[in-house]
C-alpha cells in the first residue's frame, strides 16, 4: 500500500464515521460538528486529487459560511427532541430500504467496471505552474458555460423568490419604509418646549432657628 493510498483510507474511514454520526447524534449541535469533520475531510480528498481550488472553497464557504449559520440556528432555537423523534421507528422498514436500494446503485455505479483503477487510473502529476483554478475556470467557460448560465439563472430566481417571500406583508407584522424613514426631519418628531423656571422656597423643619433653653 502507497502513502497516498494509506492517507486516502484515513481520510475516508473519518468521513465515514462523521456521516454516520450526522445522523445518528442524538444533539443537533454535535451532529451538526460532525458534519463540519466531514466537510474537512472531504476537503483533504480533493487535495489528495490535486483540486486545492474546490478544497478550500468547501472550507471556506461551507465551513466558515454554511455551517456557522446552521449552528446559531441550532443553538437558538428550542427543539424539543422528544418530539422530533416521535415516530421514528414507524419509518425504519421504509428508510432501510432505501438505504439498501442506494447502496447498490452506488455499488453499480461507483464500482471497479466503472471507476477502477484500470479504466480511469491515478491523476497524472502537474507541473510546479499549473493553476487548478485557472483550468477549472477554463473547463466551466468552455464545456460547461451554458450549464453554468443556467445554473445561475436558477439560482437568481430562488434568490427572488426568497426575498418576495421575505417581503410579503402581513397584518400581524410590522411594516418600516426605509425611503419614509430617511425623509423625515427633526421639526416632524421633535417639539421643544421651553418652561420658565420656577423656585420653590424651602420648607423650614419645626424648631430650626430658635435658640435652645
Do not use: C
Not at 29 to 34: D, P, Q, R
Not at 165 to 180: G, M, V
Amino acid at each position: 500500500m502507497t502513502y497516498t493510498t494509506a492517507i486516502f483510507y484515513f481520510f475516508a474511514a473519518i468521513l465515514v464515521f462523521a456521516g454516520l454520526r450526522v445522523i445518528t447524534a442524538r444533539n443537533p449541535v454535535h451532529a451538526a460538528l460532525y458534519l463540519v469533520l466531514a466537510f474537512f475531510t472531504a476537503a483533504g480528498l480533493w487535495m489528495l486529487l490535486e483540486a486545492e481550488f474546490l478544497a478550500i472553497t468547501l472550507v471556506l464557504v461551507y465551513v466558515g459560511a454554511v455551517m456557522v449559520l446552521f449552528l446559531f440556528v441550532v443553538m437558538m432555537l428550542d427543539i424539543n427532541l422528544e418530539k422530533l423523534r416521535e415516530g421514528f421507528w414507524d419509518y425504519l422498514p421504509l428508510a432501510g430500504f432505501v438505504a439498501v436500494l442506494l447502496v447498490i446503485e452506488m455499488a453499480l455505479i461507483l464500482g471497479s467496471r466503472h471507476f477502477g483503477l484500470e479504466v480511469m487510473g491515478a491523476p497524472a502529476p502537474h507541473a510546479a505552474d499549473y493553476s487548478n483554478t485557472k483550468e477549472l475556470g477554463r473547463v466551466l467557460y468552455t464545456e460547461y458555460v451554458y450549464a453554468f448560465e443556467l445554473a445561475a439563472v436558477i439560482l437568481l430566481v430562488a434568490i427572488v423568490a426568497a426575498i418576495a417571500l421575505t417581503l410579503r406583508r402581513r397584518k400581524d407584522s410590522k411594516y418600516i419604509d426605509p425611503a419614509e424613514q430617511v425623509k423625515v426631519r427633526r421639526n416632524d418628531r421633535l417639539r421643544i418646549v421651553r418652561m420658565e423656571a420656577v423656585k420653590t422656597q424651602a420648607t423650614q423643619k419645626p424648631g430650626a432657628g430658635e435658640g435652645g433653653a
